[in-house]
């Protein structure tokens, strides 16, 4: 079990709720147990959090209080062609082991939530319950449990292969029998795929029409892998929730997903990580795939802004890893700025924009009174300068500290 904490008010500091425009200056936030108690003017908050037993008081005037983040395309268990093909290679204890600490790191990079966007074995949902229960430490977790994809579609290695209609309702009834939050699809082909290309159109619609009917049908919400824009418009015609990746967006298709409310996750990141490829010796023909689908998958993001899609923040990459001087997940948000994002609309991107898609906006990536306490603190002000990002000093998720500079 957590152990209990000493009440906690971050005094003084700007707070960005998550969502509004206006960021309310020289705020109080109390923190008591696992939730937000009050958020209001400094010297209110104080007077009443000094009902409390000893509270802690951590002066932040300049700093800046976000939601923890929320990076909505994760693999635990990432094995991808190269040093990252020994994850493959372990067995499910060691594997579980693997994500434990890849969770941890998350966490303490900041990403208070996961979705996990298919991960093998089912070994996802064992993770998300212990670190519900406090016994690990790591991000909450909402998982689509297996990828599921059509035999020798993109990410079948580790995913759940099937084909026709009732092959694909058999498979996704198992990964809402084990737990799934949401389901995940393979629309198309990817960069990972030695036999396919990312234009490769992977799912007949009655295939996609059996997934879409039992996930909605279960109240589950359906995402999917998808690269080119013909196949990604049929599926949102159809009823598809999110998009991942979009590597070709075009007018048409944001404005589709503008009328039928659709979430696109760029995980900008993947075509422009040369570094975080070099490092963990991807193949060349996977490194040559992904960065020449750079300028593309760049045009797609500034489309799906101009347009202005629903976007939410995803890295596919570990969100903690090592990318540029910073983190995936907080490159990410650089990349949706100089993509042409207000940093006020990269912020939303990284908190309530996934909350609202996973159903749990009035709970997680929010700054208000009843929410869990997933705070971070900022040195600067991200709102000005998204980049100040990179320097958290506290990080809070259920009211538990798990970083602290201040100490
Ligand atoms: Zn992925």
Redesign the pocket.
Known sequence: MQTQQRDLVIAGARVFDGRSEQVAENQGVWVSADRIRRVGPVDDVLREASTAADPRVLDAAGATVVPGLINM???LD?ALPGDLARVAMLDDPALALHMAEEARLSLLAGVTSVRL??TYGHIDFALRDSIDSGRTLGPRIFTAGQ?VCSTGGH?WQRSREADGPAGFAAAVRDQIKHGADFI?LSLSG?MAGEHEKVTTSQLRDDELDAVLEIAHAWGRKVTA?AGPALPTMEAIRRGLDCV??GYELTDELCRLMVERGVTYVP?IT?TRCREFFNRHRMPVWMQDRALAWGDRHWESLETAIRHGVSIAL?S?MPPHAEFDGTSATVRELEFMVQAGMTPHAALTAATSTGADWLGKGATIGCVREGAFADLLLVAGDPLADISAMRELSLIVKGGRTVLDQHA
């Open positions: 395309h994760v693999h990432l966007t298919g990828l990410g995940k990817g892998h991942e990746h995980t993947v995803g596919d």
